[in-house]
């Protein structure tokens, strides 16, 4: 491909524009992405940022920690957006305490301050009453 089609193929709209492009790629990059154009890989990496800090809000209180480790349960990192996902459901319909069911797992989650305040086994639950809460989310 010739240089002519390359910057046919391109939209630039002066001569200073083609010549930082093709003399100094580094600069013309950094400057179109402060005109907005940003690359797919860095809307890629501040999507994921943005999931991995919105799980990370969710936290664990104590008794849940001791819960988990007890029971032997292990979340991927799936069911935990899926917890998350569901805490934020329970939050948009004005739930304060919720039972959060992921797969085969139940947790009751303070809704308000974004802490599972216990976990256990969908099994362990079966028998179980579930009081002080004011709502359910079944992912």
């Known amino acids: 491909m010739s ?3 390359k910057i ?11 010549s930082e492009q093709y003399l100094n790629p580094k600069t013309a990059r950094k400057e179109s992405n402060k005109e907005g154009t940003f690359s ?5 990496k501040s999507k994921q940022g943005e999931i991995e800090q919105k ?3 969710l936290k664990f209180s104590k008794h849940a920690d001791s819960r988990l480790a007890e029971r032997k349960i292990n979340l991927s990192e799936n069911q ?16 304060k305490e919720s039972l959060v069911m992921v797969d085969e797992y139940a947790f009751i989650v303070n809704i308000k301050n974004n802490v ?6 969908r099994e362990e639950s079966n028998d179980t009453i579930i ?7 079944i992912i």
């Open 55 to 57: 799980a990370s809000e």
């Open 3 to 5: 240089l002519n089609m």
């Open 116 to 121: 599972v305040v216990t976990a256990m086994s």
């Open 80 to 95: 935990m957006q899926r917890l998350y996902d569901g805490t934020e459901k329970a939050k948009a319909k004005g739930i």
């Open 131 to 137: 009081t002080n809460i004011d709502g359910a989310v």
């Open 8 to 18: 046919n193929q391109q939209n630039f709209s002066t001569i200073q524009q083609i």
């Open 40 to 44: 797919f890989q860095e809307i890629l």
